[in-house]
């Protein structure tokens, strides 16, 4: 009875807090209820053995060090827990954002209470202990908006025309699928590098996630146009000079 008054009692509290919460706060409280309620049901179980005339100190008191044995093999999930229960009440990481993380880019498609998962641009799920979270440096890519912005620097000949190379990149980035029009895209001279004037577009892409499609389209897209109008991308140079000291027979350098 008492399990059933309690089952009872901890299902109506989940439906009268989640009843005007959004539906991804719904899916976090959810998640964390999960981890609460397990936590109240072994309350309510010593209690009712403590209540049944039950020594429930002389137990804990035999299972101690059991239970030091087990509180130590289980510390990294009970820190998997309690992370997952702060990134769910943070905000900080949302189903469907862009995280990178380690190098590697992955899109949340879950987020639970011991484990994030996520899905790479090569279809690969990614499962992520929460704890990572701690360790690591994350960028959210989609935090603000799945809007982001990218660059592609590019070398050009010494004698070329640099406004024809600015206006080119700027007609290459407007022809590209998946650039944006706002914010406009940029041209900015760089440096004269030491076998190119090194130049950079900044423009916009509308998906992150697939950011690699429209900035390889891009690339052949410049090429294609610097090709046309007689750019030239040159190959690295480097000077050798060889030295005749004019050594004669028989003689031996200081």
């Known amino acids: 009875m008492i399990f059933l008054v309690t089952a009872l009692l901890l299902t109506f509290i989940k439906r009268l807090v989640t009843r005007k919460l959004p539906e991804e706060d719904g899916r ?3 998640t964390i209820f999960s981890f609460v309620k397990y936590f109240v049901f072994v309350v309510v179980f010593f209690l009712s053995l403590d209540n049944l005339g ?19 093999a289980l510390q990294t999930l009970f820190q998997d827990i309690i992370c997952g ?27 639970n209470l011991r484990t994030t998962k996520g899905l790479d641009i090569e279809n690969k799920v990614l499962i992520i202990p929460n704890h990572t979270y701690l360790n690591n440096t994350l960028y959210n890519w989609t935090q603000n908006d799945k809007f982001t912005r990218e660059s592609i620097s ?37 440096r004269f590098g030491e076998s190119s004037m090194d130049f950079k577009l900044v423009f916009t892409v ?49």
């Open 154 to 190: 590019v070398g050009v000949a010494y004698g070329s025309d640099v406004s024809l190379v600015k206006m080119l990149l700027l007609r290459a980035a407007a022809n590209t699928k998946g650039i944006a029009r706002r914010p406009e895209p940029l041209v900015f001279f760089e």
């Open 206 to 254: 509308t998906d992150s996630f697939m950011a690699i499609q429209p900035k390889s389209d891009l690339h052949f897209e410049i090429e294609r146009l610097f090709r046309e109008n007689n750019v030239t991308i040159p190959f690295p140079q480097r000077d050798i000079h060889i030295y005749n000291h004019g050594f004669q027979k028989g003689t031996i350098p200081s």
């Open 28 to 30: 976090k409280f959810d």
């Open 85 to 111: 229960i702060f990134v769910l009440l943070d905000k900080t990481v949302h189903v469907n954002d862009v995280i990178e993380m380690d190098g590697r880019v992955f899109k949340v498609t879950e987020i």
């Open 54 to 72: 039950v020594d429930i100190t002389a137990m804990f008191a035999a299972s101690a060090a059991l239970l030091i044995g087990v509180g130590l």
